[in-house]
């Protein structure tokens, strides 16, 4: 699969169902196409630079986007937005900056604990850190107090443009009652048909997890509005193999 190449194109950034693709690989990319067909180009993640959108990764964690974004404007307004400003803030300075992101004296941590990283490791540069190679850097954000895996996979998918998957409660949600997965099953083994079955393109993996959050949010809530929801009648593929 990761040998084929795909062509995006302006209209619809097609990728196309192959006849050589087996069930499952079938399977996402008609998910894919229904959905894209019903939003369009979702133009993700919203952030005018890596920085910005890492930070609104670390910020997003059990709140809703709306209070992410007063924290960022909050950033922005009193030139904060930057490593070098982010480093020397105080703890208590910058957890009442991002107040409205919740959980602002973990969220304040763990931005400085992103930031340190940067800096011992990089030299405070998200333009070295993203020539790292994505496994490498995966690794090493994970060990960044504060940080899992899903902020992990979104810094490096929407800041630094890496072929890898974003999974989030929404892709859990929905996944599982299709009778995809079992919705107890871990971050990795959702994320892995994806990885597998998926072209390794970096616009596929970020509209397609936008797709995926924007029908959870829309209809996949916890009551779901299957009449109205674009993926209503999708049989899904139970088991999606991963071997
Ligand atoms: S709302 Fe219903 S049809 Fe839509 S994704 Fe959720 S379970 Fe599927």
């Known amino acids: 699969m990761r040998g084929l190449s795909y062509e995006k194109t302006a209209l619809s950034t097609h990728y196309p169902v192959l006849a050589c693709m087996n069930t499952s690989q079938r399977e996402l990319m008609r998910v894919y196409h229904r959905l894209y067909r019903y939003y369009g180009d979702l133009q993700w993640w919203p952030g005018e630079s890596p920085l910005e959108i890492s930070v609104g990764a670390i910020l997003t964690q059990n709140t809703a986007w709306a ?17 070098k400003a982010l480093s020397h803030l105080p703890h208590k300075r910058l957890a009442r900056l991002i107040k409205s992101a919740g959980y602002f004296n973990v969220k304040a941590n763990r931005l400085k ?31 960044v107090n504060g940080i899992g895996p899903e902020t992990a996979d979104s810094i490096l998918l929407y800041a630094g443009d890496k072929a890898i998957f974003v999974i989030d409660a929404y892709s859990k949600r929905i996944l599982s009652r299709h009778g995809v997965m079992h919705y107890k099953k871990s971050y990795e083994e959702f994320q892995q048909p994806f990885l597998k079955h998926l072209p390794r393109d970096v616009y596929l993996y970020n509209q397609y997890h936008a797709l995926l959050v924007n029908i959870g949010k829309d209809f996949c809530r916890s009551r779901p509005l299957c009449d109205v929801c674009p993926l209503n009648g999708w049989r899904g593929v139970p088991p999606l193999r991963t071997a």
């Open 113 to 143: 604990n992103f930031i340190s990283f940067l800096q011992g490791r990089y030299g405070g540069s998200l333009k070295k850190m993203f020539q790292t190679k994505t496994d490498r850097l995966r690794t090493e954000l994970l060990s």
């Open 67 to 83: 209070n992410v974004e007063k924290a960022i404007k909050r950033l922005k307004e009193t030139h904060s937005l930057s490593v």
